[in-house]
Every structure is written in C-alpha cells, then in structure tokens.
C-alpha cells in the first residue's frame, strides 16, 4: 500500500471517527438531560479487537455514580437498537473528572475564575510553555489567565495544546 492510500485511509477512518462521535452525542444528549447532566464531550478509540466509547457527563454539583450508571444502562439500549458501532466496544460513562481537559473556547468562558494550568505548543513570549493561575475567560482570540503575580496572560487560543482544570479539594 502506497503511502496516499495510506493517508486516505486513516483520513476516511478519521471522518467515520467523527461521524460517530457526532451520532452519539446526538443520541446521549437527549438521555443525559432526561436525568439532569449534559454530554462534556464523547471519544471513541478503536481497537483491535474492541473499541472503548467513551461518553463524559456532568451537573452542576457533579455527577454521582448512580447518573453514570443509569445514562450508561439508557444509553447502551439505544445504541443497540440504533446499530451505530458495527465493531465491538465498550461503553464508558463517567465524569469528566476534578482535573477536567478544558477543550475550546466554551470551556475556557465556562470556567472562568477556576484555577487551570495550560500547556502551549510552544513558548509564549511573556508567557512561556506551561502557565498556571486563575482563568479570566476569552478576549479575542486569547485565553486570559492570571497567574500568582497578579498578572493575566494572555495565551492564544491557536497556541494552546493542552489545557486542565486543577483540583479544588
């Protein structure tokens, strides 16, 4: 197999990826609200004998293992009756977590004034490679961070390859 065919390939496994993603979150979104949580996000990995679909909800206050659990249970039974993953897999309902990846713009405003740490692609003059602080939300095209000194950075989105709330415990 020819290197282009290779490429095609993964790119055309990519747009099934994506598809699918977007196929369930449409189907979880609905049944998520239906016992008070929203859809984070949805991942989807496939395997070589079994993929893993991975469906991350919240609530306000946080979500208990009782919401994952019946989610999951509803979820699951639309899946099937639905046939929208023809391999084999493995469902996963869970919280996104205390250190939840903040991905995209939304999140970055959603969590405005929770302490984050942000990894960039590269240093940011002023900034660096990896900042912790206070997110401050979106202005532009910049996330806006204040770190420990009282300064807000200002980090651009483009810039930005990784991103987590920290824990408050």
């Not at 977007?22 to 496939?46: K, M, Y």
């Amino acid at each position: 197999m020819s290197d282009a065919e290779q490429e095609d390939g993964g790119a055309r496994e990519s747009r099934r990826v994506t598809k699918l993603i977007e196929g369930v979150t449409a189907l979880a979104q609905p049944i998520a609200a239906s016992f008070g949580c929203e859809v984070d996000r949805v991942e989807f990995r496939p395997g070589p004998q079994r993929g893993i679909l991975r469906v991350y909800i919240d609530k306000p206050g946080g979500v208990v293992i009782e919401d994952c659990s019946r989610v999951s249970r509803q979820l699951s039974a639309e899946l099937d009756v639905n046939d929208f993953i023809a391999a084999a897999y493995d469902l996963e309902v869970s919280s996104p977590g205390l250190d939840r990846p903040l991905v995209g713009e939304a999140d970055f405003r959603k969590f405005a004034g929770r302490a984050a740490s942000v990894t960039c692609r590269k240093a940011v003059p002023g900034v660096g490679s990896k900042v912790a602080g206070v997110l401050r939300g979106v202005e532009g095209e910049d996330v806006l961070l204040e770190t420990k000194d009282g300064m807000v950075r200002r980090i651009p989105l483009e810039m930005v390859a990784k991103a987590r709330l920290e824990p408050e415990i």
